[in-house]
């Protein structure tokens, strides 16, 4: 049970109950002589907050026991113990107004009330303090002092007990206090519905089922926790992972941009580190307008672009991402605007796009190409060259294409120029646009560059006479198929 201890808060102290046994330390690790920890002296307290400062050591709230780590099947209960921190009594009357003032110092903890009831008081009650920010009464600000002395309530410190549980914890905390010290803690996962997907490094690996244990418990709406065992498959974009914690579920369901999604998150290729980039790019569409999505995967470029009003011809190898690309457009209802295939990215180009072109250049509106595929579409450029013949060259509405590439150079927009105009046959310097996407990794970059097609390339005598780069995979064997 928490109870109050009617004596005034000096010295940062934590009680671990481990086992029915009570282990006393201050947070700086510095045991304290029993007449010192019942002063309220601040030539004692501000020395002690000046040693967490110097020594470089967190004066946090919670300490873990050592019989945490190491540990690799989750034992929420060694976790508990009993801390101590600094508490105010308030009247209840200005309880609202002063916790708005005492915010960046009030007690933050999943889970854990900050204001909480003085025994044998109805008008009072007491606000916890963070132990971190607050250790004696000369911690708090000009601002937070005077705001207490508006309020009359005075700089007194309590002490308090406070019972933690591994529900209060954090799961860095959780984390950092088993895996071994010194080693990197990850905490970090991509959210793709209800499935939390984590790169693990070698040395996290004989602790992942309590890792995937944590992080679902911590984030709610998290029910399945995978691990990436491989690089994205070279075939389909896909990679196989393996279940750390929750059910084996791994069909998700997403919403982006006010899209939703669903797809087999095991079987096709989903980032939700994208949304941004495919908002950028659709944006620049206007209604009318016609999108040739080269690998279009389960649709997010393709579905916000029929629902801007353009008319849509995507296409993707994977027959996994092909038919949840058909079942995402019946779900957002633009199963009509949307023609789908299931091609090899340069079989799309020579065929479906060759042929609709010369008609789509014909009218008013604008023609985008989008190649979303990092690790080969630049290399997918030379499908362009020699594509349509001369007669079709006069006053034509040239498409404009937006093409994804990886870069380790320490120049990448300059990498991908060069590279997409080697491609080309063509040189883009000065014709194009080059935006960043994201960091990858260290010293890997995503890159994005849009360019008009140059009639040179276009309706070039000579087509690429180099070997053709395909998508390396088993099936390039299905025909258009509209989705309705």
């Known amino acids: 049970m928490l109870r109050i201890v009617p004596s005034i808060f000096s010295l940062l102290q934590i009680q671990n109950c481990v086992k029915s046994r009570y282990r006393y330390r201050t947070l700086c690790s510095v045991v304290l002589q029993p007449d010192r920890a019942s002063t309220c002296s601040e030539s004692v307290s501000k020395p002690m907050l000046e040693q967490h400062q110097h020594s470089g050591m967190d004066p946090s709230l919670y300490t873990a026991p050592p019989e945490v780590r190491g540990m690799t099947c989750l034992d929420k209960e060694v976790f508990s113990q009993t801390v101590i921190v600094p508490a105010l009594r308030v ?8 916790v708005k003032s005492l915010k960046k110092v009030a007690l933050q903890r999943p889970g854990i009330r900050r204001v909480v009831e003085v025994e044998g008081s109805d008008d009072e009650r007491l606000l916890l303090l963070d132990p971190a920010s ?6 708090f600000s000009d601002a937070e002092a005077e ?11 309590q002490r308090y007990e406070l019972r933690l549980t591994y529900d209060n914890l954090k799961s860095e905390e959780v984390l950092r206090a088993v895996l071994p010290e010194g080693q990197d803690v990850t905490s970090g996962f991509s959210r793709v519905g209800h499935i939390a997907h984590m790169n693990l490094r070698e040395h996290q ?10 992080i679902m418990d911590k984030n709610p709406g998290v029910t399945c926790v995978v691990n990436k065992t491989n690089t994205i498959d070279s075939a389909y974009r896909n990679f196989k992972m393996e279940v750390m914690a929750g059910e084996e579920n791994m069909v998700a369901k997403v919403r982006e941009n006010g899209v939703t999604y669903e797809f087999d998150f095991s079987r096709v290729y989903w980032n939700p580190r994208l949304s941004t980039e495919h908002e950028r790019v659709v944006a620049l569409l206007k209604r009318g307008d016609t999108v040739l999505d080269v690998f279009a995967g389960v649709g997010p470029f393709a579905i916000p672009a029929a629902r801007r009003g353009c008319t849509v011809l995507a296409n993707d190898l994977n027959p996994e991402s092909h038919r949840w690309l058909q079942h995402n457009c019946k779900l957002n209802k633009v199963e009509r605007k949307v023609t789908t295939f299931n091609l090899d990215g340069r079989a799309f180009i020579q065929g479906p796009l060759k042929q609709q072109l010369p ?3 014909k009218g008013t509106v604008s023609v985008h190409v989008v190649m979303n595929l990092p690790a080969l579409a630049l290399e997918f450029l030379d499908a362009f060259r020699g594509l349509l013949d001369q007669g079709h060259s006069c006053d034509v509405n040239l498409p404009q294409v937006h093409c994804y590439g990886f870069s380790k150079e320490d120049d990448p927009q300059k990498d ?4 997409a105009s080697a491609s080309l046959g063509f040189s883009l310097e000065g014709l194009c646009s080059v935006h960043l996407v994201r960091n990858v990794a260290p010293n890997k970059e995503m890159m994005c560059v849009s360019f008009t097609i140059p009639k040179e390339v276009l309706f070039s005598r000579e087509s690429t006479q180099t070997e053709a780069i395909e998508e390396p995979a088993p099936k390039r064997q299905k025909c258009a198929e509209t989705t309705h």
């Open 91 to 98: 009247p209840k009357e200005v309880l609202n107004k002063l």
């Open 134 to 139: 607050v250790s004696s009464p000369s911690s």
């Open 147 to 157: 705001a207490l002395q508006s309020f009359g309530v005075p700089q007194e410190l």
């Open 205 to 214: 690996l004989p602790y992942r089922n309590l890792i995937g244990q944590v």
């Open 359 to 361: 008609v789509m250049m």
């Open 416 to 419: 991908v120029v060069e590279r």
